[in-house]
């Protein structure tokens, strides 16, 4: 009879401790899965999301930025670039004459031939992160690269620049310009 109560103890201990071990998985996975955000797990705010999409912005400008040459030769200069041209060049990516709103759709702004950038004119492409960086790349005739940051937009567009841009911070409200490689974002 001994040996009974002895093993009924035995059963309701492991049964309690299958419940709170249950419960405690059950916070953890709520609380790893983001269930605090109305039941959606919000991926996109996840640690290293941000930075890995700013990445994925900056390698698609550099790519294209490379393309373009081949392109500006088939027709006749950067500043005579479209952005259908630039789709021939590179199907992977979308090209628009707009906004971008996203890392995959480059928007394209050139300034003709003859300006102060030289020989060809320029392209300007523009890229938005998903944290709303827009990510900016200027190439013109014969000058070197400069690449640039603006925070915070819902939508980017490239603009059209007849010449170089100048060196300055990214911020919220201006473009932040630096030569020979993307500015560091605040």
């Known amino acids: 009879m001994r040996r009974n109560r002895e093993s009924g103890f035995s059963m309701v201990a492991t049964v309690a401790s299958l419940l709170v071990t249950a419960v ?8 790893t899965l983001g269930s605090t955000h109305n039941g959606k797990t ?12 700013n990445l994925v912005a900056q ?9 373009t ?4 030769d088939a027709a006749g200069g950067l500043g005579s670039l479209t952005p259908a041209e630039l789709a021939a060049a590179d199907p992977s990516v979308t090209f628009v004459a707009g906004p971008s709103t996203n890392v995959t759709t480059v928007s394209v702004a050139t300034s003709g031939a003859g300006t102060q950038s030289g020989v060809g004119g320029s392209v300007t ?5 998903a944290d709303g960086t827009c ?16 925070l915070d937009l819902a939508s980017c567009t490239a603009p059209a620049l007849p010449g170089p841009p100048s060196a300055s911070p990214v911020s919220s409200t201006t473009i932040g310009w630096e030569q020979g490689s993307f500015p560091a974002v605040p």
């Open 24 to 31: 405690l998985v059950a916070i953890v996975l709520g609380a």
């Open 42 to 53: 919000q991926l996109s705010t996840s640690p290293g999301v941000g930075s890995a999409d």
């Open 59 to 67: 390698q698609t400008l550099n790519d294209v930025l490379t393309g």
């Open 69 to 72: 040459a081949s392109a500006a």
């Open 125 to 129: 492409l523009a890229v938005r992160a």
């Open 135 to 150: 990510w900016l790349a200027w190439k013109g005739g014969t000058e070197a690269a400069w690449f640039g940051a603006q």
